[in-house]
């Protein structure tokens, strides 16, 4: 039984530290949000093969990952590279994939630069840019296992990025 308890608190554990930090900075303490993990954005008629995803990978402030949606019956995918400014904003500064509205650049080709946000407030993952100012999220955080993300994390290019490259 021990052996089994054991992995497994260590596994609950690692995946509370992943979704918040805490650090303490004098007498305040201040909550860093992470935006690491598998998020998706459904429409209330969706088939989950429909949803918009984010898997998105994050080591200090480098934010890594990939980007998928549906639109016209067509899927489109990428990659993304951000950079956190704040607790709860990032800016995703490199994209590339399927030629669609995210991106004219293909991933064997290279990367296209982008200054556009990535935002987190009221639990929710945002990409664009909401009226005045506001934070307009649509991306629920997947609170099931995501084996996705680990395949993701072995791949070369994500471990570049992490590593800054």
Do not use: H
Request: hydrophobic share 35%.
């Amino acid at each position: 039984m021990k052996k089994l308890f054991l992995p497994l608190l260590i596994a609950a554990a690692m995946t509370a530290c992943a979704q918040t930090m805490t650090t303490t900075s004098g007498n305040k303490s201040m909550q860093t949000a992470s935006f690491a993990g598998s998020w998706e954005s459904c429409g209330p008629n969706d088939s989950p093969d429909l949803c918009s995803r984010y898997l998105l990978l994050q080591r200090g402030k480098r934010i890594c990952g990939t980007w998928s949606y549906v639109a016209t019956g067509a899927g489109y995918e990428g990659r993304v590279v951000a950079e956190v400014v704040s607790p709860g904003e990032a800016r995703r500064t490199r994209i590339c994939g399927r030629q669609g509205s995210e991106t004219r650049t293909q991933c064997d080709v290279g990367w296209e630069a982008i200054d556009r946000p990535l935002r987190l407030c009221d639990g929710k993952l945002g990409d664009l840019d909401g009226k005045g100012g506001k934070c307009f999220a649509d991306f629920e955080r997947v609170k099931r296992p995501d084996p996705s993300l680990e395949a993701l994390a072995k791949q070369p290019w994500v471990e570049a990025c992490l590593s800054g490259q």
